[in-house]
């Protein structure tokens, strides 16, 4: 359940320390985990430490300044939907939910200019989709039937079938469970799966896959629906570090753990050596929570530790996917003019997977500029390439589905590599994802990499955050009426019940 501002004032939070929060909580890695589990335990009263070796907050979901413009630009396009509930109730925690703008139209656009949308009807879930789907221009009636019979079977597949299905490719398990045309795999499933997963349908697991179109597009009628900030994502984060702050913690930006003491007797953390610069500090919090990526965290615990929990043993075998993100200032003639129309497009039949614009702003010449930010997932064979090549490519992508952006003025062009964007959930990942608590007492671990059941996602990351900070407030002996986080799903339609019965 969210708060609203005032419950995370000071007042509230001593009289949450009074009812029983105590001890000190480092939170390594200022991420969305470590936010969620730093916001969570501060609500409760908790003193918390949350360090990161960046000097802002957010992780891989940040912002920065744009040198030529002094714009500032999100280092790349994140999103959310409705069935992220576990990160919009973090933005309604922190006071930023109406920052989100909601888009329930999915545009797709063609090589030759033709323009489909997706969009839910008034009819209940999972056939929601259904009368749009079939005005679907780019996809033939054969492949809108074997889609059909994958969605079928996508439904009906039970926990355990889901859970078993690590075991392979969504892409072989769709030729096993319904066999598709190539236009079918090309045009439909490899777009969100690249998009979601980011991973091609042949190396991603097939249960993260399932996982994707079952929360995402099946159970309801409303879990589809994209939200994107509306302000650069950095200022999502404004109240972290107040409501910290408010509850005797601290934000230490710029902090980097070097390692970390183990008493192997005690089977706890006992301290912590962090470097700021040339100084280092030592610190001896009660709780950890290590929110960090698998290989910043295997270099941080000692030979002891990995050999005490076995969490810490397949640390190096956990694989990373990257994403490319480019952003190109254009100035159009005129606001009539615009270089892109839509608020986004999936691109079909192109190497650019998606491109997103921002609100236009007026140049002192009267002209038109435009940011226009394109994504390209699983984008590991392009990250050789030199900036200009990547900024022309998008460039000559925007151009060709836009014509209207052929008019318009490149200004500037920036590129930002993600090399380790999500950890690459490939068949078998299950086994690599460690759980949030083990054999060291104090050790947790959080992270969208960690066992959450999701794929590597916001709403992943912020779910393992809420778990770890349960988990600490239970080993702190904070009274249970101390607010916890709750991670809850969306509940599905009384239609997708039955047929996934």
Not at 198 to 225: K, M
Not at 391 to 407: C, I, N, Q, S, W
Not at 430 to 447: E, H, Q
Request: net charge negative; proline share 6%.
């Amino acid at each position: 359940m969210a708060l609203s501002e005032a419950t995370v004032e000071p007042a509230d939070l001593a009289e949450a320390r009074a009812s029983g929060a105590g001890g000190r909580v480092a939170v390594l890695g200022a991420g969305v985990a470590g936010m969620a589990a730093a916001v969570s335990l501060a609500r409760a009263g908790v003193a918390v430490d949350l360090l990161d070796t960046r000097r802002k907050l957010g992780g891989r979901a940040t912002s920065f300044e744009e040198h030529a413009t002094g714009h500032t630009l999100d280092n790349c396009q994140h999103i959310v939907m409705r069935c992220c509930t576990a990160i919009l109730d973090l933005y309604e925690t922190l006071g930023v939910a109406d920052r989100i703008a909601w888009h329930r139209t999915l545009n797709f656009v063609g090589p030759d200019g033709r323009r489909d949308t997706l969009a839910a009807m008034p009819l209940p879930a999972p056939g929601h989709f259904s009368l749009s789907f079939l005005r679907l221009g780019f996809l033939t009636m054969a492949d809108k039937l074997g889609i059909a019979r994958a969605m079928l079977a996508l439904i009906r597949t039970s926990p355990e079938a889901m859970v078993a299905a690590d075991a392979v490719s969504f892409a072989d398990w769709l030729a096993r469970h319904a066999p598709q045309t190539q236009r079918a795999m090309t045009r439909y499933w490899e777009p969100v799966v690249v998009s979601a997963v980011n991973l091609p349908c042949a190396q991603a697991s097939a249960r993260y896959a399932i996982q994707v179109f079952r929360e995402g597009f099946l159970c309801r009628g409303d879990a589809y629906e994209m939200g994107v900030s509306r302000v650069p994502l950095r200022d999502l984060y404004e109240r972290v570090e107040p409501i910290v702050a408010a509850a005797g913690g601290r934000v230490l930006l710029g902090h980097a753990v070097e390692s970390m003491a183990y008493d192997a007797d005690a089977r706890r953390v006992t301290g912590l050596t962090v470097r700021h610069g040339r100084d280092y500090l030592d610190l001896t919090p009660d709780t950890v929570v290590a929110a960090l990526p698998a290989d910043r965290l295997a270099k941080a615990v000692s030979p002891e530790m990995v050999q005490a929990d076995h969490r810490l043993s397949r640390l190096d075998e956990v694989g990373v996917s990257s994403i490319l993100g480019v952003h190109l200032a254009l100035a159009c003639p005129s606001v009539d003019e615009p270089a892109m129309d839509l608020p986004h497009a999936a691109l079909l039949d192109s190497p650019l997977h998606w491109v997103f614009n921002e609100p236009p702003t007026a140049l002192p010449d009267g002209r038109l500029a435009q940011w226009v930010h394109g994504v390209i997932s699983a984008s590991d064979g392009l990250l050789s390439k030199p900036n200009p090549e990547l900024v022309e490519l998008v460039h000559d992508e925007v151009r060709r589905y836009f014509p209207a952006a052929v008019g318009c003025e490149m200004l500037t062009g920036v590129a930002v590599r993600e090399v380790r964007a999500t950890f690459a959930a490939t068949p078998g990942v299950d086994a690599l994802r460690p759980a949030t608590a083990g054999a060291i007492d104090n050790l947790l671990l959080a992270g969208d990499w960690v066992d959450t059941g999701w794929p590597a996602t916001m709403e992943g990351a912020c779910r393992s955050g809420y778990r770890a900070a349960a988990a600490a407030l239970d080993a702190l002996g904070v009274a249970a009426d101390s607010p916890r986080p709750a991670v809850h799903d969306l509940r599905p339609a009384p239609l997708f019940r039955l047929l996934s019965a």
